[in-house]
């Protein structure tokens, strides 16, 4: 590992600016530290808010990330009140945490980190801490002992597994006094600590001993294959990916019926490798490489026995008892482990492996099982590396159990903001790119949901995804090109969705054409034109739609942006009404077909909906006003003043009115046609 300190970068930075500077370094080195795990400090002199000069120790933030890491994420506690608890033999956490609390130089700040003792009570001005692969896969084995002594001499002090808490604290405090010729601290199935009289030190002697513990993994590796060769033969890529997304729904539903989870499939090299490997059924029970994975990961991953993956059927039998015994020893695992205060809240797996196929993996949203999928990454490279030196070995199950279960580790989640309403849920939108549609989109992400945005214009589509992923967040949207009247491509669209997350759970299909002509005039092709986008494209993405949710058993809601036209027809717009009416027919189908499957199905029916429409285009404009026997330039006025409330119809009213019907708040509500045009009489459903 190469030091990334430039010389240039920090010069003139403030203490806590150089902090940030080198946090974010070992931060964006995911082999050092991955999704929050980590810490840094550095003790300095504060004024206080009486002006008094006092020695403050700045460390990481409970539940902050390193590579993101701000000044802000670093709440300052005064170094008197910790080197007062060196006179204590232990402390239990919750105490600790309150304490810390007392001494904070700002209060309400940050909570300091689980790990603040630790920094604390040594001496040294700067102080890294990483959970390094490289040095994971030298102790995790039934010999950390030589291994170390063989690759640092006595450079280093090992300590044993003992969680995070006062008591390790403790014992690497007194470790290092007693050593003082020693350059960093190893904990065993945890990390690294290093320090220095500058932050600068102490992150180039983090690089140091890392670099060294890589040199001796890439010396043991040279030549050799880390797993053995595949015991369940690789599918090519295109034959494992139409099996995950044939496995894929049937799994989300299995995986959450009480809370639906957003699950990832990954099927990189690595990965593949590791998966339909001999060492996979057995290494992988193990345990986990660090106490922190633990958390997103839980201790085992669920490894799918089978002999061959190029079976439908059989592999969904297979992943199905694989399950069903998972949770059973999850929960004997939970009995035999609980503390006072404990409750198993989920019992089934957050990683599935599958030979032959890969790997799926299962968050409250993409992020997290995108950070689930990053953490099992690396847990196969310490396995691999750690086969090497031994037989690889965890932290035990009753310490995995209190690191997962551990009140202190908990609090970090609960940081996240409470979930919202379409939260877990994934929605696919069609003519996502502009008006009703986008509308539709950026309504339902608001609302919680990942949102797949497609449209024939697939740059629209694009940015409109991307619109989204900035207002609420990473991995929350993706935009794809689809052209409804094509099965393939709506077929195409449907497996990158399921690949992506898993599944689906509401279906806004809205995509529309208008072709405005008196019969006599109008031309074959315009009128079939509007039947395959305005009727066929609604089957092609509902029929697509049904057969995921039903494969996933969870429910669903399909809502039909169709149109007034439906209840009453305009003269001269008979391709457009005829196809939408059959729309509308589908869609009741829809809720006879689906109800069974809890899958619900209605209709918004908008009028006049101009802003960001491609609907109204300049042509159908002019149509529609000489059909109605006025002006183009007053046609938007001339329909807000045709209905009740002479009102405008907005893309934003329309949305509205689709987040209720894909969302629980219609939960008993089938069949139903809402209308958003203003109130206009001839249009009431009835
Ligand atoms: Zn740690």
């Known amino acids: 590992m190469l030091s990334r300190w430039d010389d240039a970068g920090p010069a003139g930075l403030s203490e806590l600016d150089l902090l940030v500077y080198a946090s974010r370094l070992i931060g964006s080195e995911p082999s050092l530290v991955v999704w929050g795990g980590g810490n840094t400090s550095i003790k300095s002199v504060e004024r206080d808010y009486r002006d008094r000069a006092v020695r403050v120790l700045r460390v990481k933030g409970s539940g902050s990330d390193l590579k993101s890491i701000q000044k802000k994420d670093f709440p300052g506690v005064r170094l008197d009140d910790i080197h007062a608890l060196l006179d204590r033999q232990d402390m239990a956490d919750q105490e600790m945490v309150s304490y810390l609390a007392h001494g904070l130089i700002e209060p309400g700040g940050a909570r300091p980190s689980i790990e603040t003792l630790l920094h604390g009570f040594l001496p040294h001005y700067a102080i890294v801490h990483t959970h390094a692969d490289a040095i994971v896969s030298l102790t995790n084995t039934d010999r950390p002992r030589a291994t170390l002594e063989s690759v640092y001499g006595r450079d280093v002090i090992r300590l044993t597994y003992r969680r995070p808490g006062f008591r390790i604290s403790r014992e690497v405090a007194d470790a290092v006094a007693a050593n003082p010729g020693a350059k960093a601290v190893v904990l065993e199935k945890h990390g690294t600590i290093n320090w220095g009289a500058t932050v600068r030190e102490a992150y180039e002697a983090t690089i140091e001993l890392i670099s060294r513990a890589e040199d001796a993994i890439a010396a043991r590796k040279r030549g050799r294959r880390v797993f053995g060769p595949p015991r369940v033969g690789p599918l090519a890529p295109a034959e494992r990916r139409a099996l995950a997304v044939a496995l894929a729904p049937r799994l989300r539903g299995r995986l959450g019926p009480s809370r639906r989870v957003i699950l990832t499939y990954d099927d990189s090299p690595a990965v593949v490798e590791f998966a339909s490997s001999p060492e996979a059924a057995t290494l992988s029970q193990v345990g986990p490489s660090t106490p922190d994975h633990t958390i997103y990961t839980k201790r085992l991953p669920c490894c799918v026995p089978v002999e061959r993956a190029d079976d439908p059927e059989a592999l969904w039998a297979a992943v199905d008892r694989s399950l069903e015994a998972f949770v059973k020893d999850y929960t004997a695992y939970f009995e035999a482990n609980r503390f006072e205060g404990a409750e198993l809240v989920d019992p089934l797996p957050r990683v599935v492996l599958v030979p032959g196929l890969g790997m799926f993996t299962a968050g409250r949203d993409r992020r997290t099982s995108g950070i689930v999928s990053d953490i099992y990454h690396h847990t196969i490279d310490v396995l691999g590396s750690a086969s090497l030196f031994g037989q690889y070995m965890s932290l035990g199950a009753k310490d995995a159990f209190d690191v997962e279960y551990w009140p202190l580790e908990l609090y970090k989640l609960t940081l996240a903001p409470p979930e919202k309403e379409l939260a877990r849920r994934i929605a696919l939108v069609t003519g996502g790119a502009s008006g009703i549609g ?249």
Request: glycine share 8%.
């Open 438 to 686: 986008k509308a539709v989109a950026h309504t339902l992400a608001a609302a919680g949901a990942h949102v797949v945005v497609t449209d024939v214009d697939e740059a629209g589509a694009t940015r409109a995804a991307d619109e989204i992923v900035t207002r609420v967040g990473g991995g929350r949207a993706m935009g794809i090109a689809m052209d409804v009247t094509s099965e393939s491509a709506v077929r195409a669209a449907f497996e990158a969705t399921v690949l992506a997350y898993g599944g689906l759970d509401i279906l806004v299909s809205n995509a529309g054409v208008a072709h405005s002509a008196p019969v006599v005039r109008m031309q074959l092709g315009d009128w079939l034109h509007s039947f395959a986008v305005n009727a066929t494209g609604h089957f092609l993405v509902a029929r697509e739609a049904m057969r995921t949710l039903v494969a996933q058993g969870l429910g669903g809601a399909l809502v039909f942006v169709a149109t007034k036209n439906v209840m009453s027809p305009g003269k001269d717009f008979a391709a457009y009404s005829a196809a939408k009416a059959a729309e509308a027919q589908l869609a009741k189908v829809l809720a006879l077909e689906g109800a069974p499957h809890g899958i619900r199905s209605n209709i918004v029916n908008p009028d006049a909906v101009f802003r960001d429409s491609k609907l109204w285009s300049p042509d159908v404009r002019r149509e529609r006003a000489a059909a109605q026997g006025i002006d183009p330039d007053d046609i938007e006025e001339f329909y807000r003043k045709r209905n009740l409330l002479a009102v405008r119809i907005l893309p934003e009213d329309v949305a509205e009115a689709v987040l209720f019907l894909a969302s629980d708040r219609s939960s008993k509500t089938t069949g139903c046609t809402l209308t958003v045009d203003g109130g206009v009489k001839d249009a009431f459903p009835r």
